[in-house]
């Protein structure tokens, strides 16, 4: 029928009159020549079996066994006797319809290489003549592997496992009976066929063992609720109990025995009183007390019914009743107790005798304003001298105060200065640079206000906003009314970025107030030559190009180039970011000569031609661009007017191509301004 592997195949079977019948096929498509299986065979058993190819077998202690075994031997322990039921029914319809049985899946595997365990012969053994009949009939109990059901109903369904592909054969009849069950095509389907009953699947049968179902209900679910469970009668399915007179014998009570004895019936009569028994159970324990101290011992029974010897004294009390104890206590003092009825201590009583202090203790005087002294009890509790006075700094030194000095000197910590506390600064005066902080404690922040020289050096932690002019050049001389444009670049220092159009370059005379002399109509504002155009982070340089423009008249011009926050007046003042430079003007060229047609021209105010210094910084007019120069050797806080020409960023390094080209052009400019225009 099926195998206990995973994938049997199917068998083709055949269902049979008493008259005989043809082979047939699982398609049930054999012709008309058909006979029902109406086999009315007597109940009597079949104890052995005519197995092809293995001769004849003892059916009940043999043969079932290991067909249980080879065909679903891996199964839970109800499933196997639902399989050793419907094994038998269908090697006795083989019996009742050819007289022998086939040992291979066309019918039943007999032989597969697998000894039998207990279970299996149990399973037998449990159901001994058990076969499934219906209406007189002997069933064929078709059986399969099934698919492997996935729902708690052990309902296979589309989509679970069925690798033997034998599903199909499979019927579920629960609660069904009569014509109302469903046929298997492995045989004759035709209401009239009592002997095709339906068709078991083996992998259902362990899902319904493993949900507790019997092996009974095991085999309705697949055959109908009508289907007959009938015991064929013979030697090998005999109900005897047990052979006539035999006795039997069963320990009882206190090491007692009882008996029982066969009667004719083959059935056991009743267990006899249980005689003999000893004067204890095996692990009775008795206990009495021992010792002076309210101590007990235990004897126990032993496996012969007996009481053993008397262990030791145990769980005796720490003191006899009555007793005292004295002990020590206190500073130098002593106290007693007693014990009581149930050998257990009572408590110690008031302790007495007491000195002023306890051994080893010690206490703390203050002395002067910040200090403390010490002194220690002696082993006989009486207090010694006090030690020499130890100073102590306020909460550790930590506490912050004030020197009232200026600046960085001003914050420090209490101390305690021989018995006196007092204010001793953090920091000592400094030379002052640009970091935020009063170094030199002379009341001004970073050289401000006036007292001192606004520094120049940065410190390790520089203010939020600062700067450094970068690469230093002096102006060329120029023609008086004529145009020219610097390149001027700032450095951030600071650890603020500059944020986009609201950073500035002022321009102004030496003299404080003192108006520009080389303003240019194009100037964003009156003394504003240039605005930043974009956020400058820090560490990062802005390039801003300045139009100016020569006044009229010769001579010598300064000029102060300032970078100034709009937003934030405080900003930009260590160091003072300034580019003076200093420009000699000459006198203005001489006009243009009358054009050819002869038509004056009339004045021009045409401005002169200078170098492309934009194009070469790739920066915009009056416009901002960023670079980032790492070269310290490159910043200058001297302050003059910059040109591109000294900036790695603007040009390469001095001595590379570029600057070769920007100085060549430089010295064309100087050539054209002495010269004048053509």
Aim: net charge negative.
């Amino acid at each position: 029928m099926t195998m206990t592997r995973l994938a049997p195949p199917v068998a083709a079977l055949v269902l049979c009159a008493a008259s005989g019948c043809m082979n047939e096929t699982p398609d049930g498509h054999d012709g008309p020549e058909r006979a029902l299986g109406l086999i009315q065979g007597p109940l009597a058993a079949y104890c052995t079996a005519n197995v092809i190819g293995k001769g004849n077998k003892d059916v009940e202690t043999d043969y079932l066994a290991h067909v249980v075994q080879c065909e679903n031997g891996g199964a839970p322990y109800e499933s196997l006797r639902a399989q050793a039921v419907t094994a038998r029914s269908y090697l006795y319809y083989k019996l009742n319809t050819a007289g022998k049985i086939a040992d291979g899946q066309s019918d039943q595997v007999y032989s597969c290489g697998a000894t039998p365990s207990k279970a299996h012969y149990d399973a037998v053994s449990s159901t001994a003549g058990q076969v499934l009949r219906y209406k007189g009939t002997q069933v064929a109990a078709f059986f399969v592997a099934g698919a492997k059901p996935s729902a708690s109903s052990c309902v296979a369904k589309g989509g679970d496992s069925d690798a033997t592909n034998t599903e199909k054969y499979v019927t579920y009849n629960w609660n069904k009976s009569g014509s109302g069950i469903e046929q298997t095509i492995l045989g004759w389907v035709n209401a009239g066929n009592h002997a095709n009953r339906g068709c078991m699947s083996q992998w259902g049968s362990r899902c319904l063992a493993n949900a507790g179902w019997g092996y009974k209900d095991i085999i309705k679910f697949y055959y109908g609720m009508d289907i007959e469970f009938v015991h064929a009668e013979g030697s090998c399915t005999s109900s005897c109990e047990c052979t006539a007179g035999k006795v039997e014998t069963q320990a009882c009570g206190k090491c007692g025995q009882k008996k029982r004895t066969c009667g004719g019936d083959c059935k056991w009569n009743a267990w006899s009183g249980c005689d003999s028994q000893g004067p204890c159970t095996p692990g009775d324990a008795q206990t009495e007390a021992c010792g002076s101290k309210c101590g007990h011992h235990q004897r126990k029974c032993t496996s012969q019914c007996e009481w053993g010897s008397w262990g030791a004294c145990q769980g005796e009390g720490p003191c006899a009743p009555g007793q005292v104890d004295s002990q020590g206590c206190g500073k130098c003092g002593h106290h007693e107790r007693s014990c009581s009825g149930k050998c257990l201590w009572l408590e110690f009583g008031a302790c007495q005798g007491e000195g002023p202090c306890a051994a080893g203790q010690t206490d703390v005087a203050p002395c002067g304003e910040c200090g403390y002294k010490e002194r220690a009890c002696s082993p006989q509790c009486v207090w010694g001298l006090y030690d020499k006075c130890v100073w102590l700094d306020p909460d550790g030194g930590t506490k912050a105060c004030s020197t009232t000095l200026e600046g960085q000197c001003g914050p420090g910590f209490l101390k305690c200065l021989a018995g006196t506390v007092g204010c001793v600064g953090s920091q000592k005066a400094t030379d002052e640079v640009c970091d935020g902080v009063d170094n030199d404690c002379d009341g001004e922040i970073d050289g401000t206000v006036g007292k001192s020289a606004v520094p120049s050096s940065m410190g390790t932690s520089p203010p939020p906003y600062a700067a450094l002019v970068e690469a230093v050049a002096p102006l060329e001389p120029m023609p008086a009314g004529t145009d020219t444009s610097v390149v001027l670049r700032f450095r951030n220092v600071g650890q603020k970025p500059w944020p986009k159009g609201l950073v500035v370059v002022r321009a102004e005379g030496w003299k404080v107030g003192e108006p520009s002399k080389l303003r240019h109509p194009d100037w964003p504002g009156l003394d504003t030559a240039g605005i930043v155009q974009a956020d400058i982070a820090p560490g990062d340089t802005a390039v801003l190009t300045v139009v100016l423009r020569a006044p009229d008249v010769p001579g010598v011009v300064n000029e102060t180039f300032r970078l100034v926050s709009t937003s934030d007046p405080s900003a930009f003042v260590c160091p003072i970011p300034t580019a003076p430079g200093s420009l000699t003007v000459t006198e203005a060229p001489p006009p243009p000569p009358p054009s050819p047609e002869g038509e004056d021209a009339g004045p021009s105010r045409e401005p002169r031609h200078v170098p492309d210094l934009d194009a070469l910084d790739r920066q915009p007019p009056d416009g901002v661009s960023v670079t980032h120069e790492s070269d310290a050797s490159a910043m200058s806080e001297t302050g003059s007017l910059v040109t591109g020409s000294r900036s790695s960023g603007c040009g390469g390094p001095v001595g590379s191509p570029r600057a070769a080209w920007i100085v060549l052009v430089g010295a064309l400019i100087a050539i054209w301004r002495r010269r004048g225009p053509a």
